[in-house]
C-alpha cells in the first residue's frame, strides 16, 4: 500500500478521534430531558468517563505497541472508538452511556499516542500538523452535525450512529505491515527522569492550555451559545463548526515556522497562538450576541491552533529514542483536566455562571503563554537524569 494511504489512515484516525470527542456538546440538553439528568451529570459523562478512561489507557499504548506494533495498536483503536459509539446510540439506559464513554475513552488514549508516533515517521512534522487539523475536523463536523440533526428534530442516537461510521474509516486504508521502528518500553529511570525536567513541565502546561482547554469549550460551546446568547441549536453549532474548522485550517501553517526550530518562531507559535485563544475565551464570556460570539471563535480558533505542531515536535525531541513515552507524560494533562473542568463548567452553566468559568479558563491559558513566552525554545534531545 502506497506510503500516502499510510498517511491517510492516521489522519482518519485523528478525525474518528475528534468527532468522540466533540459528539456529546451537541445533544447535552436532549439527554438531560431524555435522562432526567443535570447538565453536571451529562458532564460526568461527555468529560470524567471519557477522558478518565483516556488517561488509564494512554500509558497502555507503549508497551501494546511495543507488543503487537504500531498498526494493530491503530487498529484496536479504531474498532474501539466505533464500538463505543454505538453502544452509545443502542444503549436504553444512562449507565450504558457512561459505559459506552469509557469504551471510547480507552480508544482515543490508545490513538492520541499511536497516531502521532505514527504520522511523525511518515510525514514528519508537516503530517503531525495534518493528524492535528484531523481532530479538530472531527470535532467541528461532530459538533456541526450534531447541531444540525438537533435542529431538524432527528434523534440524538442518529449522530452516535454515523460516528460509529466515522471511526471505522482508518480500518479501510490500514497497512497489513509496516517497518516502522520498534517502539521501545519506557524505563522506571526514564519516567523519573522525565518528570524532573523543566521542559517537560511546560510543555504538559501547554499541552492542557492548547489541547485541553478546547476539549472543554467544545463540551459545553452549543449550550452555552443557546442559553447566554439566545441562539437556535443550529447557530450555536455553525459558530462551534467555525471555531474548530477554523483550527483545522490554521495547525497545518504553524509547521512552515517549526521547521526553522528558531527561538522566535517557537515563541510566537507557543506563547502568542495561547495568548490569542486566552483572549477569545475572554471575548466568549461576554458574548451576548452572535457578533460578539463570532469574534470570539475566531480569536479560539486561531490561537488554539498555533502551539499545536511546535508541542508535539518538542515533546518527540525532548527525550530521543522515547517519543511515545514522552508523548504519553504530556497527554497526560489534557486528558486529566476535563475530568474535573468538565463538569464544574456543565456546573456553572446549570447555575447560570458559565461566564466566569470561561474567565477563569481564560486566564490559566494567559498564564501558560507567559510561562511559555521564554521557556519555549527549539529543544535540542537530552537524556533525563535518573
Known sequence: MPVRAHGLCAILLGLGVGWG??????????????FGASFAAVGLLSGTAYFAAVSVATPLVVPLAARVGVVRAIAIAACLLSAGHLLFALSPAFSGLLIARIVVGVGSGLALVAGPVLARELGGVRLLGMLGGAITLGIAGALGLG???QDAGASWRVGFAISAAVCALPLVVLPPRLATQPVPRPQRSFVVGAIRTAALWRLLALFVAANGVPLVVSAWLVAYLTQQAH???????????ILFGLTTLVRPFSP???????RHAYAALAAGGSLIGAAGLAVLAASQSITVASIAVVLMGVGFALPYAVMLDAAERLFPGQAAATLALVQSGPNIVPIFVIPLVGSALGSRHASLAFLVLAAFVAVVAIANLRGMTPIAPRSPKS
Do not use: D, E, K, Q
Open 147 to 149: 447541531s444540525a440533526l
Open 231 to 241: 441562539m437556535r441549536t443550529a447557530v450555536a453549532g455553525g459558530l462551534a463548526f
Open 21 to 34: 470527542a466533540g459528539n456529546v456538546g451537541p445533544v447535552a440538553t436532549s439527554l438531560t430531558h431524555v
Open 256 to 262: 512552515r515556522l517549526a521547521i526553522a526550530r528558531t
